[in-house]
Structure formats: structure tokens, C-alpha cells
């Protein structure tokens, strides 16, 4: 099967299809720990405090971490910041939990390279049913029989402070437990800890298996694998990474709530930054160059899609975002 590069994945006779599932033990014991560890302290140690502390956490660590930070920032470059400011958000997106800054650009890439093809492996599409996608996603990873070379860029590959939470990411939480431990004692570190990223990784999972699958889509790229889709009512509480069909619209815009209506905490910091002289080359979808495919629809059309299975497209194809 032929292939396209992608970025940092380089085609090298590569087939995004076949492949085998495989377990990651390191992976699958540390959500495997953390999720016990919520389950079986949560009710027991909670308080008011520590759920406060759970909330706060979660969303800087979320918002200003994973979707500005690793997400926006640093795998797609969608704006440009000072480099302290940019491994402070980056650091904040390790304490998510989820990997290392390598690991988490490895983990989107495969991922988006394999959804540009025009087939792929069922994991990185989230077609199976909700349990097996839920064991695949938390606890396995695709093993393909031709994958592509994973070639980061020098900036990011010499990068002494990247290469340190590469290899600390899980250590990385050890500090931040003892001053929950310090000055909120137990129940501080079971939540903010724990709790915090059982529940986040709980998440990310589940709206990438539902932006994966069906939802509003106001944008449609011809001849790939999966499409995104968007879940409006849920753009608060993901700071924006609900808005999955604009993203993988436009996937180098800073802001993922383009559509009137779609509220991005993400995009409202970057603004933030941008006003105070912090950020700067923001890319946004009437800035960057459209996606080969990329098509404009209407919800009507999209309903319709939906009755008749069929991939009914809206012919103002040229219309784009100011």
C-alpha cells in the first residue's frame, strides 16, 4: 500500500493497516495504578479542598498544558512564544500524565499520519466497539508491519530540557505529590495526583473516540481514512479539543473553536499572551494553507450524509473562514 509523508513521518514503503495490537506493560500498569488509586482513595480521602484542588489542577494542567502547550505549541508550531513560557506550558503537559514531550509527538503523529491515509489500522480510526477501543487506546499500541520513520526535527531532538521529561515524565508527578502532601496531606495528593490523571486520561480518550465517529462537522476532507468531528456541548469542559472536525480542518490554527457559538479556552489564552506581547506568529484557518480535500458543508447536507450514508458536499468547496 502506498503512503504519504506526513511532518515528522517519513514514508518508507509504509501500510498504516497491517499491524498487530499489542500490549504496553508501562503504559497499561500506570493508568492500570492511577485509576485504582481513584477508585479505591477517591471516596476516601475526599474534601472539599482536595476536589478544589482536583478542579484547578486539572484545568491547568489540561488547558494551558496538553491543548496549548503539547498540542497547539509544540506538535503543530501554531504560534510562537518565548522558550521559557514554551517549556513552562510543556511542562505543565507532562504533569497530564499521559507521556513525555517525545512520546506525546510520537503518540499524535503516527496517529495523524495514519488518519491521512486512505485506509488505516482500526485503533488509530476507533472503530471497534466502546470496551476493546477503550482497552486498545488506554493500554495497547499498533505494532505495524511497515511503519513510517519518526524523524523529529533538530530543534525539538537537541532540546536538553525535552530530552530530561522524556525520560523523567512519570518521576515528574514526585514533586508536585509532595506539596500537595505538604500542605494539603493525604487527601491533596490522591486527588491531585490520582484522581487528576485517571480522569484525565479517562477523557482524552473518550473525545477521541467520539470525535472520531460521529458529531457536527462543518468541514469534510476528501479521500483520507477518518474523519473529526465536533462536540459542541462539551467545548467548555475540553478547553476546546472537543472542536475535533476544525481541527482536522485546519490542524495548524491556534484556535479549534472557529464556528460561531464553539467556546475555546485555549485559543482565549494564546490571545492572552498575543496582547501581552508573549506570543506571536499565530496561524489561524485564513492563514494557513488549506488542506488537499478540504470541503465546506452545511448542517442540512450533513444530516442528510447521515441518512443516506453518503458523503454529500456542500458546492461552495472555495468557501473558507476569515
Known amino acids: 500500500m502506498s503512503s504519504i509523508s506526513t511532518g515528522r513521518m517519513i514514508d518508507d514503503n509504509s501500510d498504516p493497516v497491517k499491524g498487530k495490537v499489542v500490549w504496553l506493560p508501562a503504559k497499561s500498569i500506570w493508568i492500570t495504578a492511577m485509576s485504582l488509586t481513584a477508585i479505591v482513595g477517591g471516596p476516601l480521602t475526599f474534601t472539599c479542598s482536595a476536589f478544589g484542588v482536583f478542579i484547578f489542577l486539572t484545568a491547568v494542567t489540561i488547558c494551558l498544558g496538553h491543548s496549548v502547550g503539547m498540542h497547539r505549541l509544540l506538535i503543530h508550531r501554531s504560534f510562537r512564544t518565548h522558550v521559557w513560557i514554551e517549556h513552562a506550558l510543556v511542562y505543565l503537559g507532562t504533569l497530564v500524565g499521559m507521556a513525555g514531550p517525545f512520546g506525546m509527538i510520537y503518540a499524535h503523529d503516527i496517529r495523524d499520519w495514519a488518519q491521512r491515509q486512505s485506509a488505516c489500522h482500526d485503533l488509530y480510526a476507533h472503530r471497534r466497539p466502546f470496551f476493546i477501543d477503550a482497552a486498545w487506546q488506554m493500554h495497547c499500541a499498533v505494532a505495524l508491519d511497515h511503519p513510517p520513520r519518526f524523524v523529529l526535527n533538530e530543534g525539538e531532538r537537541s532540546d536538553r530540557f525535552y530530552r530530561f521529561l522524556e525520560a523523567t515524565w512519570m518521576v515528574q508527578q514526585i514533586p508536585l505529590a509532595v506539596a500537595l502532601l505538604v500542605f494539603g496531606g493525604l487527601p491533596w495528593v490522591v486527588w491531585g495526583i ?121 458546492e461552495q468547496a472555495s468557501e473558507r473562514l476569515a
Do not use: C
Not at 479517562?202 to 469534510?220: E, N
Not at 476546546?240 to 490554527?253: D, L, Y
Open 194 to 314: 490520582a484522581v487528576r490523571i485517571s480522569v484525565s486520561l479517562t477523557g482524552h480518550w473518550l473525545v477521541g473516540h467520539f470525535a472520531h465517529r460521529d458529531g457536527h462537522q462543518g468541514w469534510i476532507v476528501d479521500d483520507v481514512a477518518v474523519q473529526g468531528y465536533n462536540l459542541p456541548h462539551f467545548g467548555l469542559v475540553t478547553f476546546g479539543e472537543s472542536f475535533h472536525g476544525n481541527h482536522h480542518a485546519f490542524p495548524e490554527s491556534a484556535r479549534l473553536g472557529i464556528e460561531p457559538g464553539q467556546f475555546d479556552l485555549g485559543w482565549l489564552f494564546i490571545r492572552l499572551l498575543a496582547r501581552l506581547g508573549l506570543a506571536s506568529e499565530i496561524k489561524l484557518p485564513h492563514t494557513i494553507m488549506p488542506r488537499a480535500g478540504l470541503r465546506r458543508i452545511n448542517l442540512a447536507e450533513t444530516a442528510r450524509r447521515r441518512t443516506n450514508s453518503q458523503p454529500l458536499i456542500d
